[in-house]
């Protein structure tokens, strides 16, 4: 069974948080202000898929790591924002406990 894509919604989410709309962040990632609310819209709706080099531009406008806009549950959506934002050590800490080594 096909698993729904978790982008449109993962953006849409992003993007209220942010507090901008479809057409600002358009704009902010190189899209013609013309076109940039309908092409984010499709985006959001699922009826378009951005590429790679898009998404990471939201994803940076966004403040989110690329692999946000894949998970597919809201706590590992959540873990992957917290996780992105630490330090080396501080992931390899938490591998460590996660994983029960000494």
Known sequence: ??????????????RKKAGITQKD????IGM????????????EKGRHTPDIS?????ADELGVPLNYFF??????????????NMSDVDKKTLINQLTKRT
């Open 54 to 58: 898009t998404l990471q531009r939201m």
């Open 71 to 84: 998970c597919e549950d809201e706590l590992t959506a959540e873990l992957t924002c917290l996780i992105s």
């Open 25 to 28: 962040l358009g704009v902010r």
């Open 32 to 43: 013609e202000p013309s076109s940039a609310s309908g092409r984010m819209n499709h985006y």
């Open 1 to 14: 069974m096909a698993r729904e894509n978790p982008i449109p919604a993962r953006l849409k989410e992003a």
